[in-house]
Protein backbone atom coordinates (compact mmCIF):
# COMPACT_ATOMS: atom_id res chain seq x y z
CA UNK A 1 0.00 0.00 0.00
CA UNK A 2 0.83 3.32 -0.83
CA UNK A 3 1.20 5.74 1.86
CA UNK A 4 0.07 9.26 1.90
CA UNK A 5 3.26 11.74 2.70
CA UNK A 6 1.30 12.75 5.67
CA UNK A 7 2.28 9.11 7.33
CA UNK A 8 4.75 9.10 9.79
CA UNK A 9 5.00 13.10 10.28
CA UNK A 10 7.31 14.54 12.64
CA UNK A 11 4.46 17.07 13.84
CA UNK A 12 1.01 17.20 14.21
CA UNK A 13 -0.79 18.42 11.60
CA UNK A 14 -3.81 20.59 10.87
CA UNK A 15 -7.13 19.41 8.91
CA UNK A 16 -10.67 21.00 8.93
CA UNK A 17 -13.77 19.13 7.81
CA UNK A 18 -17.35 21.07 7.11
CA UNK A 19 -20.51 19.87 8.66
CA UNK A 20 -22.79 20.89 5.87
CA UNK A 21 -26.29 19.79 5.97
CA UNK A 22 -29.15 20.19 2.92
CA UNK A 23 -32.63 19.17 2.70
CA UNK A 24 -32.24 17.28 5.99
CA UNK A 25 -29.07 14.82 4.98
CA UNK A 26 -25.68 15.39 5.84
CA UNK A 27 -22.74 15.76 3.46
CA UNK A 28 -20.41 12.52 3.69
CA UNK A 29 -17.56 11.20 1.60
CA UNK A 30 -15.97 7.72 1.80
CA UNK A 31 -12.53 8.17 1.97
CA UNK A 32 -10.45 6.42 -0.49
CA UNK A 33 -6.82 6.51 1.30
CA UNK A 34 -5.05 6.21 4.93
CA UNK A 35 -6.01 6.60 7.84
CA UNK A 36 -9.76 5.77 7.48
CA UNK A 37 -9.84 4.30 3.68
CA UNK A 38 -13.21 3.17 3.28
CA UNK A 39 -14.92 4.83 6.54
CA UNK A 40 -17.63 7.85 5.76
CA UNK A 41 -16.45 10.73 7.57
CA UNK A 42 -17.23 14.53 7.26
CA UNK A 43 -15.49 16.09 4.47
CA UNK A 44 -12.12 17.55 4.50
CA UNK A 45 -8.73 17.57 4.87
CA UNK A 46 -5.19 19.63 5.15
CA UNK A 47 -4.66 23.48 5.95
CA UNK A 48 -2.39 24.60 3.44
CA UNK A 49 0.32 27.18 4.75
CA UNK A 50 -1.44 30.50 4.04
CA UNK A 51 -4.81 29.64 3.85
CA UNK A 52 -7.57 30.48 6.93
CA UNK A 53 -9.68 27.82 8.40
CA UNK A 54 -12.57 28.66 6.27
CA UNK A 55 -10.63 28.72 3.53
CA UNK A 56 -9.05 25.24 3.74
CA UNK A 57 -12.75 23.70 4.23
CA UNK A 58 -14.32 25.60 0.95
CA UNK A 59 -11.39 24.56 -0.85
CA UNK A 60 -11.21 20.28 0.48
CA UNK A 61 -15.19 19.92 0.07
CA UNK A 62 -15.00 21.35 -3.56
CA UNK A 63 -12.07 19.11 -4.41
CA UNK A 64 -13.55 16.05 -2.65
CA UNK A 65 -17.06 16.81 -3.82
CA UNK A 66 -17.78 19.43 -6.37
CA UNK A 67 -19.90 20.82 -3.58
CA UNK A 68 -19.20 24.76 -3.33
CA UNK A 69 -20.18 25.97 0.51
CA UNK A 70 -19.49 28.89 3.05
CA UNK A 71 -17.51 27.64 6.12
CA UNK A 72 -18.67 29.17 9.13
CA UNK A 73 -16.82 29.05 12.95
CA UNK A 74 -15.37 26.02 14.33
CA UNK A 75 -17.58 23.70 16.03
CA UNK A 76 -15.67 20.40 17.35
CA UNK A 77 -11.79 20.27 17.50
CA UNK A 78 -10.15 16.36 18.37
CA UNK A 79 -7.33 14.99 18.10
CA UNK A 80 -6.77 11.58 15.34
CA UNK A 81 -3.85 9.83 16.53
CA UNK A 82 -3.29 6.41 14.60
CA UNK A 83 -0.22 3.84 15.56
CA UNK A 84 1.25 1.26 13.65
CA UNK A 85 1.43 -2.14 15.14
CA UNK A 86 4.96 -0.95 16.39
CA UNK A 87 3.47 1.43 18.39
CA UNK A 88 4.86 4.49 16.39
CA UNK A 89 2.61 7.18 15.46
CA UNK A 90 1.90 6.61 11.59
CA UNK A 91 -0.83 9.71 11.57
CA UNK A 92 -1.43 12.56 13.76
CA UNK A 93 -3.89 15.41 13.09
CA UNK A 94 -5.53 18.03 15.12
CA UNK A 95 -8.89 18.25 12.83
CA UNK A 96 -11.28 21.52 13.56
CA UNK A 97 -14.83 20.84 11.90
CA UNK A 98 -16.62 24.07 10.94
CA UNK A 99 -20.05 24.28 10.45
CA UNK A 100 -20.68 24.92 6.71
CA UNK A 101 -23.71 26.23 4.22
CA UNK A 102 -24.33 24.53 1.18
CA UNK A 103 -24.67 27.42 -1.68
CA UNK A 104 -24.76 25.16 -4.91
CA UNK A 105 -23.04 22.01 -7.31
CA UNK A 106 -23.69 18.83 -8.08
CA UNK A 107 -22.30 16.04 -5.75
CA UNK A 108 -19.53 13.97 -7.59
CA UNK A 109 -16.59 11.89 -5.35
CA UNK A 110 -12.90 13.18 -6.50
CA UNK A 111 -9.70 13.52 -5.33
CA UNK A 112 -9.26 11.32 -2.06
CA UNK A 113 -13.11 10.74 -1.32
CA UNK A 114 -13.97 7.72 -2.87
CA UNK A 115 -17.35 7.87 -2.44
CA UNK A 116 -19.61 11.00 -1.50
CA UNK A 117 -23.49 11.53 -0.40
CA UNK A 118 -26.12 13.17 1.30
CA UNK A 119 -27.25 11.13 4.25
CA UNK A 120 -29.81 11.03 5.95
CA UNK A 121 -30.23 9.84 9.64
CA UNK A 122 -31.94 6.60 9.19
CA UNK A 123 -29.01 5.84 6.99
CA UNK A 124 -26.18 6.17 9.12
CA UNK A 125 -26.16 2.93 10.95
CA UNK A 126 -25.62 1.46 7.84
CA UNK A 127 -22.50 3.08 7.22
CA UNK A 128 -19.09 2.43 8.49
CA UNK A 129 -18.43 5.75 10.09
CA UNK A 130 -16.26 6.85 12.84
CA UNK A 131 -16.93 7.07 16.51
CA UNK A 132 -15.89 10.86 16.42
CA UNK A 133 -18.17 11.08 13.49
CA UNK A 134 -21.23 9.30 14.72
CA UNK A 135 -20.61 11.53 17.99
CA UNK A 136 -20.10 14.69 15.83
CA UNK A 137 -23.65 14.06 14.27
CA UNK A 138 -25.64 12.79 17.01
CA UNK A 139 -24.62 14.23 20.26
CA UNK A 140 -23.68 18.19 18.60
CA UNK A 141 -26.47 18.56 16.08
CA UNK A 142 -28.88 15.52 17.32
CA UNK A 143 -28.45 14.34 13.80
CA UNK A 144 -29.52 10.99 14.35
CA UNK A 145 -30.17 10.82 18.13
Known amino acids: ?19 VFKDE ?19 GGNVKLGETLQQAA ?4 LEETGIIIRAGEPTYTCDAIV ?4 GAV ?7 DLEAEYVSGTLRPA ?3 ADARWVAAHDL ?3 TISARTIDLLCTKYRFGA
Open 58 to 61: EREV
Open 83 to 86: RDAR
Open 1 to 19: MNLPESAYPNHPRVAVGAV
Open 25 to 43: RVLLVQRGRPPGAGQWAIP
Open 111 to 113: DDA
Open 125 to 127: DSL
Open 90 to 96: SFHYVIV
